[in-house]
Antibody
């Protein structure tokens, strides 16, 4: 059974940093591109970042470019999101999602999400 | 890039059919075969319902169907059931990034 479990969310002050993790199981993690998608309270989905299976290709939404860094460790079946210079507008539930098409934005499995709250 | 445009809400009675539209541009929906639809229930993660404009993942009811014409994609749900109530989001791959619609709240009356 495919499972994605996010962790690392919490309360952080504006300007602070946080590192999210996503532990994957039940599939060959190293064969799939992975993504982070977020959802602000009461709002819609927003794609944040994607990373190819071998980390050769990485993309970010303009809203997080220069502040967030996506990475992965295929040996540990884990995906990460390093978030720096956090702003109030980064407050959201962050989901990791597997791309079944391996690049074309078809997110067939999602984690349960981890809440990040940026507030003083 | 701006989010894809979806109606804020739609509603229908059990057994009826409804259609949710998703309007973008020639740079995203109009120029992409990688349009997907997701269903989300309150407090839950999104679930993939349609991919590649009109394909259903295994396990998704054939009451759900997708199509595209020009810059607008559509999700049709036939034979509405109470469990279909929730939020629906379209998405389009746009060359390295994925653009989501603003979401549509479906109410089953």
């Amino acid at each position: 059974e495919v499972q994605l479990v996010e962790s690392g969310g919490g309360l952080v002050k504006p300007g602070g940093s946080l590192r999210l993790s996503c532990a994957a199981s039940g599939f060959t993690f190293s064969s799939y591109s992975m993504n982070w998608v977020r959802q602000a309270p009461g709002k819609g989905l927003e794609w944040v970042s994607s990373i190819s299976s071998t980390s050769s290709y990485i993309y970010y939404a303009d809203s997080v470019k220069g502040r967030f860094t996506i990475s992965r460790d295929n040996a540990k079946n884990s995906l990460y999101l390093q978030m720096n210079s956090l702003r109030a507008e980064d407050t959201a539930v962050y989901y990791c999602a597997r791309d079944s098409s391996n690049w074309y934005g078809i997110f067939d499995y999602w984690g349960q999400g981890t809440l990040v709250t940026v507030s003083s | 890039q701006s989010a894809l445009t979806q109606p804020a809400s739609v509603s229908g009675s059990p057994g009826q059919s409804i259609t949710i539209s998703c309007t973008g541009t020639s740079s995203d929906v109009g120029g992409s075969n990688y349009v997907s639809w997701y269903q989300q229930h309150p407090g839950k993660a999104p679930k993939l319902m349609i991919y590649d404009v009109s394909n259903r993942p295994s396990g998704v009811s054939n009451r759900f169907s997708g199509s595209k014409s020009g810059n607008t994609a559509s999700l049709t749900i036939s034979g509405l059931q109470a469990e279909d109530e929730g939020d629906y989001y379209c998405s389009s791959y746009t060359g390295g990034s994925t653009l989501f619609g603003g979401g549509t709240k479906l109410t089953v009356l």
